[in-house]
């Protein structure tokens, strides 16, 4: 849109506002610190009661994904080719989260203090009560080193949730109910570990939006944000649940089906890439060579094979793409990933109900397999409500979730046929965010 329907005059343009404050990367940096903590408390007690095994398990699951977590914060902050010696010190010591959390607070609370010329002018458009609005954001120097630092600790919390909360909330369940016991330092990293997958999965789903609806101005609200949050964490729990009382019975069959669940997921988007016939993306990283961007790439892949064993991506991978995301909003998929992984679910359940040991003598087996199907069965409703009634940017669907469930996809607009949106008239008003 070029401006309000019906010759709003043109207003003069307005200094930035001032950033909002990075709560969401405080508390991404929070959860990793906590995490951490409880994890290391908890090794000091296995190393007491020389549980090597569980100690070396659990080490590995609060490693390795810390330092992933500092690969990507430097990769984000093109920090490779700057000389910074006292952040590098910082991510060595596994602490960079720390550093890049201070250094966004200072930024923020700098910001403001004396005018700076803005850097450029972006321009998006908000659905508002069934009116499409553009508006224009003046995006100054603070605002723009808070954006970077948004983007990183985003990424951040996907990697952490997933590449390392997911595993070791399983481990922790699974060492509990092997012992009967729940110490309180195994408690707290397990609880912590499930909200640092819930905030994850959260995550994902504001940056698909993010991915798929580039050009308009996304903003959750706080019945979206719960409603999400429900979802999420009924899908996550209930999937750990499924798994850790398969494994505690059939120990030797868990791997192949978590290896098939994996690798399935990670060769096909390469498989779609290698059919379609085009080349490698060229945007990951200009100083990188062939071999580097095809690491980059799988690893990539594997955060996204990760994502999908223990719930919905919220995207498609797409390599042949410049944004290496499916933009396309694909019912089917949805439906097939939830359909399938529900028959897993139940399939897993029930074979570790007619196979249990002794070790459950004292719980109430039937009601517990009705519990985690029903769980997962009230996260799937959690997710139709959703992309049904809440999702920010539902009437730029072409057929919403009614309309695939119920099959009358043909009685809606035609899909050639565009959206007349106008902006509302209201006169001396500028239309601009930031």
């Known amino acids: 849109m070029d401006g309000p329907s019906g010759g709003c005059p043109p207003a003069a343009a307005a200094a930035p506002l001032r950033p909002k404050l990075p709560l969401g990367i405080v508390f991404s940096t929070a959860l990793f610190c906590g995490e951490s903590a409880a994890a290391a408390v908890l090794c000091f007690s296995y190393s007491h009661s020389d549980d090597r095994f569980w100690l070396a398990l659990t080490i590995f699951f609060m490693l390795c994904p810390s ?140 940056l698909s939006i993010q991915v798929k609806y580039d050009d308009y101005k996304v903003q959750l609200r706080p019945l979206a944000f719960l409603c999400i949050v429900l979802w999420r964490s009924l899908e996550i729990s209930t999937r750990v649940a499924v798994l850790v009382l398969f494994s505690t019975v059939f120990k030797h069959w868990i791997i192949p089906i978590a290896l098939a669940n994996l690798l399935i997921v990670f060769f096909t988007p390469w498989v779609q890439f290698w059919r379609s016939g085009t080349r490698l993306p060229d945007n990951i990283e200009k100083n990188f060579s062939r071999v580097g961007t095809v690491v980059v790439l799988c690893a990539f892949t594997l955060l996204y094979a990760s994502i999908n064993m223990f719930c919905w991506s919220a995207v498609q991978l797409k390599l042949a793409d410049r944004d290496l995301i499916d933009k396309s909003q694909d019912w089917g998929r949805l439906a097939v990933y939830y359909v399938a992984r529900l028959a897993e679910n139940t399939a897993l359940v029930v074979l570790w109900y007619f196979f249990k040991t002794d070790v459950y003598e004292n719980i109430c087996t039937p009601l517990l397999v009705v519990q985690l199907l029903l769980g997962y069965c009230l996260g799937i409703y959690f997710m139709l409500l959703f992309f049904q009634y809440l999702h920010p940017c539902r009437q730029l669907f072409q057929h919403n979730v009614a309309d695939f469930l119920h099959c009358v996809c043909c009685r809606r607009r035609p899909p050639g046929t565009p959206l007349h949106l106008q902006a509302p008239y209201e006169p001396g008003v500028r239309h601009s965010i930031v």
């Open 67 to 206: 330092v992933l977590v500092q690969l990507t914060l430097i990769f984000v902050h093109r920090d490779i080719s700057r000389d910074r010696p006292l952040i590098g010190l910082m991510h060595l010591l596994q602490l960079g989260p720390v550093i890049r959390c201070m250094e966004a607070l200072l930024v923020y609370c700098w910001s403001g203090r004396q005018e700076e010329p803005y850097v450029t002018i972006t321009r998006k458009r908000r659905l508002r009560k069934g009116y499409e609005v553009e508006m224009e954001q003046e995006m100054g120097h603070s605002e723009r080193r808070l954006a970077t630092h948004r983007n990183a600790f985003k990424r951040m919390a996907v990697i952490q949730a997933f590449l390392g909360s997911t595993p070791q909330l399983t481990v922790q369940l699974y060492i509990s109910i092997l012992e009967k016991y729940v110490p309180a330092a195994r408690a707290v990293l397990m609880g912590i570990c499930l909200v640092s997958v819930t905030y994850g999965a959260l995550v994902c789903n504001v």
